[in-house]
């Protein structure tokens, strides 16, 4: 599907607040009410806006500490693959799990209370599937972390 002009404003402001009511959003962008909700509903439809969430302040609900972890695959196989996917879905504090080009096989990015509550994770995790090799790096420091697209 293409998208115009008037969709990547929508699609931005949405982006930035997506709590905007729709006479908001169609002042900001320039059309109607009508015009700016039949927009809306068919980047919806089209799949271009998934859904739209609350953005949490992670430390505030003590869940400060931010750990990508490196994971290298006990096999190359389907079922590994199947086993692993499954294992790291069912673990809420894992947030992104990335399949990786290169000597890394995968990347998961977590978020935990400290290094406890990271241990816990780590043993939930190789409780569930085998690994050849597992490590952590923990953020130091935010200096960017965004949803935006750079639309």
């Known amino acids: 599907m293409g998208h115009d002009e008037l969709d990547t404003k929508i699609l931005r402001q949405l982006q930035t607040d997506s709590d905007l009511s729709l006479d908001q959003l169609s002042d ?9 909700w039949r927009r809306v509903k068919l980047l919806e439809d089209a799949g271009v806006i998934k859904r739209r969430v609350a953005l949490l302040d992670a430390d505030k609900l003590d ?3 931010t750990v990508f972890i490196q994971v290298r695959a006990a096999e190359h196989t389907a079922d590994w693959s199947k086993n692993f996917a499954k294992a790291t879905k069912n673990l809420p504090e894992i947030q992104g799990v990335y399949r990786m080009s ?3 096989d995968y990347l998961l990015r977590a978020r935990v ?4 509550g990271y241990d816990r994770l780590y043993q939930k995790l190789i409780a569930r599937v085998p690994m050849a090799d597992v490590s952590a790096s923990f953020v130091m420091e935010d200096i960017k972390d965004t949803t935006e697209l750079p639309i």
């Open 102 to 104: 290169g000597e890394l």
């Open 28 to 36: 900001q962008i320039g059309l109607s009410r009508n015009a700016c």
């Open 63 to 65: 869940l400060g500490l």
């Open 113 to 116: 209370s400290d290094m406890a």
